[in-house]
């Protein structure tokens, strides 16, 4: 055990991205309703680009007054890292939640919503990542450097996910009725779209590349995957994707204790932080609501408290902390701040915010079932 424990701890997490991140975002966005997701999608672009946006400089913003003190010198950690920080633990994980708010037979739109913002700004928080780990290992690079950049990472990423989706439509064609072909068919695919993207000659976003890949197979998936073999596909990506993300977490919880970067009086920070950041996610989904409003289905206050509550921080995180852990043009001290305060609020969220979403969709009355239809099902249960 100390030996298996040992090469997990020293496990390349870049090698881990690459390993479970494809088959995470494949599945969650293969098992989104695309004609759901469509009219939402206004609402959604509006989350993941300038919601997102200002989110990352305010959380910026925050750790750098935060952690430098008053003064706002850059002792402990410059406004590069904060950036850095800020891209990292914007980005949402609301698998647990979604999940939840199926059970509790909440609105599919605002189910689908809530995962369609995390497909989309998992997407911009890695290309914006990226751009800030190369400002902090020193490259030099001009707004326009910047802007280029971005635009390559994202609208490449779509386009090669859009090739790829095509590559795989042709492919599927010629298969009939053949579901351990089919099953293969798109894991390859998933996998292959995703390395290409991170190829350093073409360097594109890999994430934005395999979620256009998986939102495509929601779109075309029923007409182009056999209809015996529809179950079989659906149900290994739901294995595939829980096994990912509970993998991830348990090597992550290993690589974290072996790095030993536990300090109880960054615990405070942290707590702080947590508060933050919910406070601002709330404060930035209220002030775009009138606009939201115009869009989609309809939306209310209550709403926007639900997905305050249930934007939690998981797996993606938690990966971008620990490359910057492993990051040599990175001074050690700030990566192990990142990585502390990275997995400290992912632990909150998913502690508070995940064990009680539940609650506050019964008190904001968001379930479809309501006290009276509860009651009346209670009383035939009795009497049958």
């Known amino acids: 055990m100390p030996v298996i424990e040992d090469a997990l701890s020293q496990m390349d997490p870049s090698f881990m991205l690459f390993l479970f991140l494809p088959a995470l975002i494949f599945e969650s966005a293969f098992s989104t309703d695309w004609h759901t997701f469509v009219i939402q999608l206004p609402k959604i672009l509006i989350m993941a680009l300038p919601i997102m946006g200002i989110a990352i400089y305010l959380t910026a913003l925050v750790m750098f007054y935060l952690l430098n003190g008053s ?153 182009t995957i056999s209809t015996d073999s529809e ?46 950041l919910v406070i601002i996610r709330f404060v930035l989904l209220m002030g775009f609501l009138p606009c939201m409003q115009r869009m989609g289905y309809k ?18 995180a938690v990966f971008l902390s620990l490359i910057v852990v492993n990051e040599h043009g990175i001074d050690k001290e700030i990566s192990k701040v990142i990585l502390f305060h990275s997995s400290a609020i992912a632990l909150l969220t998913l502690m508070v915010n995940g064990t009680t979403t539940g609650i506050l969709v019964e008190k904001l009355k968001l379930s479809k079932e309501s006290d009276t239809t509860k009651k009346f099902m209670y009383i035939f249960t009795e009497k049958v």
């Open 231 to 276: 179950h079989a596909v659906h149900n290994v990506w739901m294995v595939l994707g829980f096994g990912a993300e509970t993998l991830i977490f348990l090597i992550s919880g290993i690589m974290i204790g072996y790095h030993n970067i536990i300090s109880f009086e960054n615990i405070g920070k942290s707590i702080v932080l947590w508060v933050l």
């Open 71 to 223: 003064s706002g010198n850059d002792k402990v950690m410059p406004w590069e890292a904060c950036i850095l920080f800020g891209a990292i633990v914007s980005a949402t994980d609301p698998v647990a939640v979604v999940s939840l708010l199926k059970e509790l037979g909440a609105p599919k739109q605002l189910a689908t919503m809530i995962e369609g913002e995390s497909l989309l700004n998992d997407g911009t928080a890695y290309v914006v990542f990226l751009i800030a780990k190369d400002l902090l290992t020193g490259k030099c690079l001009t707004p326009v450097m910047m802007g280029t950049t971005f635009f390559r990472l994202a609208f490449g990423g779509v386009l090669l996910g859009l090739i790829s989706a095509e590559f795989l439509k042709t492919w599927l064609g010629r298969v009939h009725n053949n579901p351990v072909l089919e099953v293969n068919l798109t894991i390859c695919f998933c996998y292959l779209t995703f390395f290409v993207a991170e190829i350093p000659s073409i360097h594109v976003s890999g994430i934005l590349a395999v979620v256009t890949l998986g939102l495509w197979m929601s779109r075309e998936g029923k007409t």
């Open 299 to 316: 939306m209310d206050w209550r709403h926007v408290a639900l997905m305050t509550w249930g934007g939690l921080r998981g797996a993606l």
